[in-house]
């Protein structure tokens, strides 16, 4: 029993040092990826007429890809989508395939994503593919949706106090 004890805390030092690894390293995301990744609010406008669609983006400057979901709020269709995207200075473009039910190629998107007005943008076309040709095209202006801060909403910024028993009380602060 005492071995193991010496042992223990031989390692222990090892043990902690692997979390401290484990914990350390880049973020996430890059102040780029956090800008651009998120969900976007907007129209698509064509020969058909407008309607709203939501996008749900996620960008990665260090792989150069974009993945999410395109959502035509009238129709209620929703697309997948996986391509390129390409970092030019505080924004960047996006090219990628949309496909219908996981599987059918429906249509392309290329956008550029950038700033105005200090939310996050995007701007481009989507072209409705059949047998392979593209056939019309929809203009798209998105904007991002950003998250209502607590104190917007009416929640509170601090919480109630929690005591467990034996133990001193705590106030957890959000921010």
């Not at 129209?43 to 983006?57: K, W």
Request: charged share 15%.
């Amino acid at each position: 029993m005492m071995n193991f004890a010496k042992v223990s805390l031989l390692l222990a030092p090892a043990f902690l040092s692997g979390c401290a690894v484990l914990r350390g390293g880049p973020p996430p995301y890059s102040p780029l990826e956090a800008r651009y990744s998120g969900t976007y609010e907007g129209v698509l406008r064509g020969l058909t007429g407008e309607s709203a669609a939501r996008l749900v983006l996620d960008v990665s400057e260090k792989d150069g890809s974009a993945a999410g979901v395109l959502t035509n709020l009238r129709s209620n269709k929703s697309y997948t989508f996986s391509g390129e995207f390409i970092p030019v200075g505080e924004g960047g473009s996006l090219s990628a395939q949309l496909f219908e039910k996981g599987n059918r190629h429906a249509a392309n998107l290329t956008a550029n994503l950038g700033l105005s007005g200090g939310a996050a943008q995007v701007q481009g076309q989507v072209r409705t593919v059949l047998l392979g040709q593209e056939l019309m095209d929809f203009d798209l202006t998105l904007r991002r949706v950003q998250p209502q801060r607590a104190e917007q909403i009416g929640l509170p910024v601090t919480a109630p106090s929690v005591t467990a028993p034996g133990a001193p009380t705590l106030r957890p602060v959000w921010p």
